[in-house]
């Protein structure tokens, strides 16, 4: 296996196509991509006029005067307009012509929020971090309220948030070269499904293939140290797009070394399952694998996001792998959670393992070519 590893690491060292393509292009695209769209993320500190149509459905009298106090509170003095609306449906149309921000319901008990959006992307932003504040307060009075009445009259809305309610200091400002960090690591694992492709490929190409074939060594075997072997070129890979941004460009991945080390090791296992898809999905295509491939992972990272964090489309962005391994990526750096990035690994280890076996079991019954 030792052998098969020192080939493939080689290979890619001693090809300068490689070299740009993984390591180099992606430095570039952070830089410029971070740059020239910085200024386009500024405007999102200019909300201007928030409007919220609001109705409230719920029987219970403590909620109902929550809701009414906070909507009082956050419209005393500010830019955001909380309105009482007569009907559900037509305030979601008015939503829908950008007439309002957003409707919210108060409804059921214990109380559900729902948030029907306008069409201002950063406006809805604002209004969903609005009602996560009004969830927290109000998670806190209820609790109070359980544990102990008496305190209630006493105790106001401020010494209730700085008594019961923790926030969580994301510990940096973040920034659009912050994001193409990110994201430009996980183009870089989705386009580890060319390379997988292209080791077969390239054995075809260079009439090598049937020397692997009649090759005295189990061919499962041969199959799974050919996948294995791309290992080191990932970790280089990744290590050097993130070392240098950081380094570099002073970008922010996470807050501290353990998440950071479970980043990288969530970009690892992403990236080293699509080699192993690509070496699968290799022992079919005898095109060449960027043309063939290219077009399909470009267009799974312009509907996910990659490019750009305005588009979304419900519906569509949802469905690209991508997208959720991005979303994985944001969540451990700025918050710190670490849920979705452990899933991310499950999944695409179980992936892994999957292509593997495929891949093995089709190279152990391929004929010989002509």
């Given at each position: 296996?030792l052998n ?14 490689n ?12 830089f ?10 500024k ?14 459905e ?37 939503a ?8 919210v ?9 729902q ?17 996560y ?12 309220i ?14 209730i ?7 969580k ?21 989705f ?35 050919k ?8 970790l ?19 807050a501290n ?8 090791l969530?970009?690892?296992v ?6 192993a ?17 290219m ?16 588009l ?6 949802e ?5 959720h391994?991005?979303?994985?990526a ?5 918050f ?15 992936v892994f ?9 089709l ?8």
């Amino acid at each position: 296996m030792l052998n098969i590893i020192m080939k493939e690491v080689k290979e890619f060292v001693r090809d300068k196509t490689n070299l740009f393509f993984f390591m180099a292009f992606p430095i570039v695209l952070v830089f410029l991509l971070g740059s020239l769209l910085n200024s386009m993320n500024k405007s999102e500190g200019t909300i201007g006029e928030l409007k919220i149509e609001y109705l409230i459905e719920t029987e219970d009298p403590y909620q109902t005067m929550a809701v009414n106090t906070f909507v009082d509170t956050v419209g005393d003095g500010t830019d955001s307009f909380f309105t009482a609306a007569d009907n559900l449906e037509d305030a979601k149309k008015r939503a829908a012509k950008d007439e309002i921000a957003a409707v919210v319901l108060f409804t059921g008990n214990p109380m559900e929020i729902q948030i029907y959006e306008g069409t201002n992307s950063v406006k809805n932003r604002t209004v969903s971090a609005i009602m996560y504040s009004f969830i927290q307060t109000n998670k806190a009075i209820s609790t109070l309220i359980k544990m102990n009445p008496d305190r209630l009259a006493d105790i106001s809305a401020e010494s209730i948030k700085e008594e019961y309610i923790t926030d969580k200091d994301l510990g940096v400002n973040r920034n659009m070269i912050d994001y193409y960090a990110v994201s430009m690591v996980a183009m870089i694992c989705f386009m580890s499904l060319i390379v997988g492709a292209a080791a077969f490929v390239g054995e075809r190409q260079s009439r090598t293939i049937n020397r692997l074939l009649i090759c005295p060594k189990n061919r499962i075997s041969l199959f799974i140290q050919k996948v294995l072997g791309f290992f080191p070129q990932v970790l280089l890979e990744i290590a050097v797009i993130m070392l240098f941004c950081v380094g570099v460009y002073k970008a922010h991945y996470a807050a501290n070394i353990q998440d950071n080390l479970y980043l990288f090791l969530m970009f690892t296992v992403v990236a080293i399952s699509m080699t192993a898809v690509g070496a699968a999905l290799g022992l079919f295509i005898k095109a060449n694998p960027t043309i063939v491939i290219m077009p399909v992972i470009w267009m799974m990272m312009f509907f996910g996001g990659t490019y750009s964090k305005e588009l979304y489309i419900k519906g569509l962005t949802e469905m690209m792998p991508i997208y959720h391994m991005q979303q994985a990526a944001y969540d451990l750096s700025i918050f710190g959670r670490t849920e979705k990035a452990t899933s991310t690994i499950i999944i695409y280890s179980i992936v892994f393992l999957i292509a593997l076996v495929f891949g093995a079991v089709l190279f152990n019954r391929k004929k010989e070519e002509a």
